[in-house]
Each structure stands twice: as structure tokens, then as C-alpha cells.
């Protein structure tokens, strides 16, 4: 089974419920974590993981070989990204626009187009202990996005394990690489209109992608009742309800996981996954 954790936005507790989740499941069989937050990746805070891979990430941009264009205009209008003006002076290229897809050089009649590779970023393999193995892609600071160092490090997805994968916040297209093939996603907000408005949002995403979906309420309050609501008129189950506790903020911040220390919440979050289990089968 294969578990995406997301958010509207960033700061709802999506990673400490995602590396919480991979853990409780690891004792009792094999779990593959994958930090999927390339621009932002925290999870392997949480643990000691031993790296045993490193891989580089590459996009290939387009040049152009000045003797062979004619200034068609041809490549321009084949991008859709807008990474390619035609001038009478030449051919001027946004590389951090470009994505690296190669359309403008099969679209170039003269093959005046001809690429180089440029590294935007990497995939870290790894494992925490003979149960729990681990993944992350990280992305080089200024690249526009991270979706290829998702599908770089989506290849090394082990089904032969439960994969619990903490994804980008938001939901641009990081998240629709993150969640393309995943069975559910746990969707975490918090209790406030900040965090209703961009659960919204992300459950139109997940909605759309025909993905089954749950909701995890970090920091819940019984004074902001509109997340339930919402969940009620929408029929999505409330998975979870994490309240506002001083310890498990100090678990989150010395980098513990709260479902070590809180033998409540262990058996909390198994009773989790048998809700999303008893979906999926």
C-alpha cells in the first residue's frame, strides 16, 4: 500500500504524522519512508539513517547552434512553458523556466537544437533499521521545481513495502507528481480558517485524482468545529484528532517521535492505518 501524507500548506504537522505513521508500522513489518518535501525535506530529522546511495538529479536545456537556426519560430511556439523567445538578433532561452521536456528540439527543422545537462538536485537511499527503510530528494536551492527530483526518487519506491510518503505542501504540481499512483491520502490540517481554506484546496486536488482520502486534524480544538463540518458534508472520514499538548510539540522539537514515548498513541496511530486499511482492501 502506498500512503501519501499532504497539506494545504506548510506547518500543519504533515511530517510528524508522517514519520510517526512509518514508524508504528515498521514494528510489526517492512515500511519504506520517502521524504518527498524536495525543497524542504525534514523527516531523516526524526531518525539516524545510514545513507547508501546518493544520485544525481539532471535536466536536460536546450542551446542553439547559431549557424543552423533560422529563426522559424518554431521552437517558441512548441513550448508551453514560455522558455523560449525568438528575437532578429537570436534565440534567448530562460533556463529556469525550461523543463527540460526536449519538445523545442524535436520541433527545430534544421536540428539546430542540441542540449546539455544541468544538475538540479539529488536522491538519498538509505536505512534506519531492518524494518524501516528510507528515501528523500533534495533540490538544489533556486531550481523552479522539484517534480523531476520527485519522480527520480518515486522510482525507487519498494512495493514489496508499506511506503508512507511525506509530500510538498501546497498544491502545485510537486503535489500531483507526489500523489500520482499513491492508493489514499492522509490529508493533515490544523483548526483554523487558514487551515480549512487549504485543506479545500487540497482535497479538490486529491478529489480529482480520484484518490481515497482521510483527514488528520493537527492541533485540533474543540473551539473550531468548521474542519468537521467540512469533512461531514463532504464524506470524508476524520482519521485523527492530534490536540494542542505541550509534549508532543518538545517530542517534535528535540526531533522524537511522540508515539515512542506515548504508548496511547502508538495504539492511536495502528487504529489509523486499520481505518485506511479497511478502505483500500
Same mark, same amino acid.
Given at each position: 500500500m502506498k500512503i501519501a501524507v499532504v497539506s494545504g500548506k506548510g506547518g500543519t504537522g504533515k511530517t510528524t504524522v508522517a514519520t510517526n505513521l512509518?514508524?508504528?508500522?515498521?514494528?510489526?513489518?517492512?515500511?519504506?519512508?520517502?521524504?518527498?518535501?524536495?525543497?524542504?525535506?525534514?523527516s531523516h530529522l526524526f531518525f539516524h539513517v545510514k545513507y547508501t546511495e546518493e544520485i544525481d538529479v539532471e535536466i536536460l536545456l536546450p542551446r542553439v547552434d547559431k549557424e543552423k537556426?533560422?529563426?522559424?519560430?518554431?521552437?517558441?511556439?512548441?513550448?508551453?512553458? %514560455?522558455?523560449? /523567445? @525568438?528575437?532578429?538578433?537570436?534565440?534567448? *532561452?530562460?533556463?529556469?523556466?525550461?523543463?527540460?521536456? %526536449?519538445?523545442? /528540439? @524535436?520541433?527545430c527543422p534544421t536540428?539546430? *537544437?542540441?542540449?546539455?545537462s544541468k544538475q538540479i538536485g539529488v536522491v538519498?537511499?538509505?536505512?534506519?533499521?531492518?524494518?524501516?527503510?528510507?528515501?528523500m530528494g533534495l533540490l538544489n536551492i533556486g531550481e523552479p521545481s522539484g517534480v523531476r527530483v520527485i519522480r527520480e526518487l518515486k522510482k525507487f519506491i519498494d512495493n514489496s513495502r508499506t511506503v508512507i510518503i511525506d509530500a510538498p505542501p501546497g498544491t502545485s504540481c510537486p503535489v500531483v507528481e507526489t500523489l500520482?499512483?499513491?492508493?489514499?491520502?492522509?490529508?493533515?490540517?490544523?483548526?483554523t480558517p487558514f487551515g480549512l481554506h487549504d485543506?479545500?484546496?487540497?482535497?479538490?486536488?486529491?478529489?480529482?485524482?480520484?484518490?481515497?482520502?482521510g483527514i488528520v486534524i493537527n492541533r485540533a480544538s474543540e473551539d473550531y468545529k468548521e474542519i468537521e463540518e467540512f469533512a461531514f458534508s463532504n464524506d470524508i472520514p476524520i482519521l485523527e484528532k492530534i490536540p494542542f499538548d505541550r509534549d508532543i510539540a518538545t517530542s517534535y522539537?528535540?526531533?522524537?517521535?511522540?508515539?515512542?514515548?506515548?504508548?496511547?498513541?502508538?495504539e492511536r496511530f495502528e487504529r489509523l492505518y486499520e481505518k485506511i486499511a479497511?478502505?483500500?482492501v
Open positions: 512509518a514508524w508504528v508500522l515498521s514494528q510489526k513489518g517492512p515500511v519504506q519512508l520517502l521524504d518527498a518535501d524536495v525543497e524542504e525535506p525534514n537556426c533560422l529563426l522559424c519560430g518554431k521552437c517558441a511556439k512548441a513550448c508551453q512553458f %514560455g522558455a523560449i /523567445s @525568438i528575437f532578429n538578433t537570436g534565440v534567448l *532561452i530562460f533556463d529556469n523556466l525550461c523543463h527540460g521536456c %526536449g519538445t523545442c /528540439s @524535436i520541433a536540428k539546430a *537544437i542540441y542540449e546539455i538519498k537511499i538509505g536505512q534506519i533499521d531492518e524494518k524501516l527503510t528510507f528515501g500520482r499512483g499513491m492508493d489514499y491520502a492522509i490529508m493533515v490540517t490544523e483548526a485543506l479545500k484546496l487540497a482535497a479538490s486536488v486529491v478529489k480529482e485524482m480520484n484518490i481515497p482520502m522539537s528535540k526531533g522524537s517521535l511522540f508515539v515512542e514515548e506515548k504508548k496511547e498513541w502508538f479497511g478502505v483500500i
